[in-house]
């Protein structure tokens, strides 16, 4: 036990002036709770956006397509905040594999190959062409895509990432192509902080989560959906792997 609450305390002295913003595309009148009794335990506070806003929960309202948007405005109000990780409700974090991690550096899943590609906008769909045009008139560069489920900005780089939100305006550039787009901006890829590149990534999952697409010894694991309460807690005794003081919560 003694050595479980010294993980807990080292943990909090990492991450405990780092702000968590988790959008949740579900309904979360049954899982709000729950996401920050999770990570609260570990991270300075979470922030939670969903379609709906709920104000007993506190869930704020945002929409996926153009999160980053707005971003700035929560960077904002955590002006002494050592940085922001940005989580997709249906990615699993295993905070106690990122300690290594260098909290100045950018972190994305760049070397995730599933979840970060070059696209060419040859023959692609309209799509992908109107999201090109855009990305032309912010900044000369080949778009990528990448699915953005989990990255984090340190505090050296929110000016920047605010000047490229501002640059793109009212222009609808979406979350999967802005994101790339201002890392690369931002700072040169080989730069980043590689912590994310072992995650657990799958493009097309089966319709129900099974713990053998689960491993506690990785960063994070996409995708993973906790629709209730009942998966809540499936989801804490699996995670109680890495951190057994979660069985605590059930």
Request: glycine share 4%; charged share 20%.
């Given at each position: 036990m003694?050595?479980?609450?010294?993980?807990l305390?080292r943990?909090?002295?990492s991450?405990?002036?780092?702000?968590?913003i988790?959008?949740?595309s579900g309904?979360?009148?049954?899982t709000?709770l729950?996401?920050?009794?999770?990570y609260?335990r570990i991270?300075?506070t979470?922030?939670?956006?969903?379609?709906?806003?709920?104000a007993?929960?506190?869930?704020?309202?945002?929409?996926?397509?153009?999160i980053y948007?707005?971003?700035?405005?929560?960077?904002?109000?955590f002006?002494?905040?050592?940085?922001?990780l940005?989580?997709?409700?249906n990615?699993i974090?295993?905070?106690?594999?990122?300690?290594?991690?260098?909290?100045?550096k950018?972190?994305i899943?760049?070397?995730v190959?599933k979840s970060?590609s070059?696209?060419s906008?040859?023959?692609?769909s309209?799509w992908?062409?109107?999201q090109?045009?855009m990305?032309?008139k912010?900044?000369?560069m080949?778009?990528?895509?990448c699915s953005?489920?989990?990255f984090?900005i340190?505090?050296?780089?929110?000016?920047d990432?605010t000047?490229?939100v501002?640059?793109?305006?009212?222009?609808e550039?979406?979350h999967?192509?802005a994101i790339p787009?201002?890392?690369?901006s931002?700072?040169?890829?080989?730069n980043?902080?590689?912590v994310l590149?072992?995650?657990?990534y799958?493009?097309?999952?089966?319709?129900?989560?099974?713990?053998t697409?689960?491993?506690d010894k990785?960063?994070?694991?996409?995708?993973?959906?906790?629709?209730?309460e009942?998966?809540f807690?499936?989801?804490?005794?699996i995670?109680a792997?890495?951190?057994p003081?979660?069985?605590?919560?059930?």
């Open positions: 003694n050595n479980e609450i010294g993980n305390i943990w909090r002295k991450f405990g002036n780092v702000v968590l988790m959008y949740c309904p979360v009148e049954r709000a729950e996401w920050r009794l999770l609260g991270f300075r979470v922030v939670i956006l969903s379609e709906q806003k709920n007993d929960l506190v869930v704020e309202e945002g929409h996926l397509d153009f948007k707005q971003l700035p405005n929560i960077f904002s109000r002006t002494s905040a050592e940085g922001f940005f989580l997709q409700g990615t974090l295993n905070y106690w594999n990122l300690l290594q991690a260098d909290m100045s950018l972190w899943t760049n070397k190959s970060w070059t696209v906008t040859n023959g692609n309209d992908f062409s109107k090109a045009d990305v032309k912010v900044i000369s080949m778009p990528y895509a953005s489920d989990v984090y340190p505090r050296r780089f929110i000016a990432f000047d490229l501002n640059l793109v305006d009212n222009l550039i979406h999967k192509v787009m201002f890392f690369l931002m700072d040169s890829p080989q980043y902080d590689p590149s072992r995650m657990i799958e493009e097309n999952p089966s319709s129900t989560n099974s713990t697409s689960y491993s990785v960063p994070a694991v996409h995708p993973w959906n906790v629709p209730s009942q998966e807690i499936k989801l804490i005794r995670m792997a890495g951190d003081l979660l069985l605590e919560l059930v």
